[in-house]
């Protein structure tokens, strides 16, 4: 029921933080939790701050893998971005091109030593406690103008890492 969806909530485990989405679970369903992220050309017509929002992605994958609040939850990240920052997050030299290019059902461990290889600019984005987690792509999807969808479902990692699916964007 939409009455139990609650917006802007308090983090359980990170002070003064908010998570986009929470849906507590019930006798009809488990509990989920999400981060929205909309990055797109700024009307000024200027570049973004690719790096920088690329940080904030990674902030937001270690928001949700910080996230318990005693049931089993699924955390989802949902990602629509432009043509502006698909074109950062493919571009190998960056770093991103594995996560972004993931097909469905692939999985990609994101933890403290891959933000290590990351430019400054990424990492002072992320101000959330890094515990390793591994994104697993659960829908991708080109739109028209030149936009893409991500959905990633974010997991507290399992000792070894998941499997690379990894498609050509």
Same mark, same amino acid.
């Given at each position: 029921? #939409?009455?139990?969806?609650?917006?802007?909530?308090?983090?359980? &485990?990170? /002070? *003064?933080?908010?998570?986009? =989405?929470? @849906?507590?679970?019930?006798?009809?369903?488990?509990?989920?939790?999400?981060? #929205?992220?909309?990055?797109?050309?700024?009307?000024?017509?200027? &570049?973004? /701050? *690719?790096?920088?929002?690329? =940080?904030? @992605?990674?902030?937001?994958?270690?928001?949700?893998?910080?996230?318990?609040?005693?049931?089993?939850?699924?955390?989802?990240?949902?990602?629509?971005?432009?043509?502006?920052?698909?074109?950062?997050?493919?571009?190998?030299?960056?770093?991103?091109?594995?996560?972004?290019?993931?097909?469905?059902?692939?999985?990609?461990?994101?933890?403290?030593?891959?933000?290590?290889?990351?430019?400054?600019?990424?990492?002072?984005?992320?101000?959330?406690?890094?515990?390793?987690?591994?994104?697993?792509?659960?829908?991708?999807?080109?739109?028209?103008?030149?936009?893409?969808?991500?959905?990633?479902?974010?997991?507290?990692?399992?000792?070894?890492?998941?499997?690379?699916?990894?498609?050509?964007?």
């Amino acid at each position: 029921m #939409l009455g139990e969806i609650l917006f802007e909530y308090e983090h359980p &485990n990170i /002070p *003064r933080a908010k998570i986009d =989405g929470y @849906l507590p679970s019930n006798d009809k369903h488990g509990a989920a939790v999400w981060e #929205l992220k909309y990055d797109r050309r700024i009307p000024s017509g200027h &570049n973004q /701050p *690719r790096s920088n929002k690329a =940080g904030g @992605l990674i902030n937001d994958v270690f928001r949700l893998g910080t996230f318990e609040i005693g049931d089993a939850i699924e955390r989802l990240l949902i990602y629509l971005t432009d043509e502006e920052m698909k074109s950062y997050l493919t571009n190998p030299h960056n770093g991103f091109d594995v996560l972004f290019g993931l097909a469905p059902g692939g999985s990609f461990r994101i933890d403290s030593k891959f933000l290590d290889g990351r430019a400054p600019s990424v990492r002072d984005k992320v101000h959330c406690p890094l515990v390793a987690c591994d994104a697993v792509a659960r829908f991708t999807m080109s739109l028209p103008s030149v936009h893409e969808l991500r959905v990633y479902e974010i997991r507290r990692a399992t000792a070894q890492p998941i499997s690379i699916d990894f498609k050509v964007p």
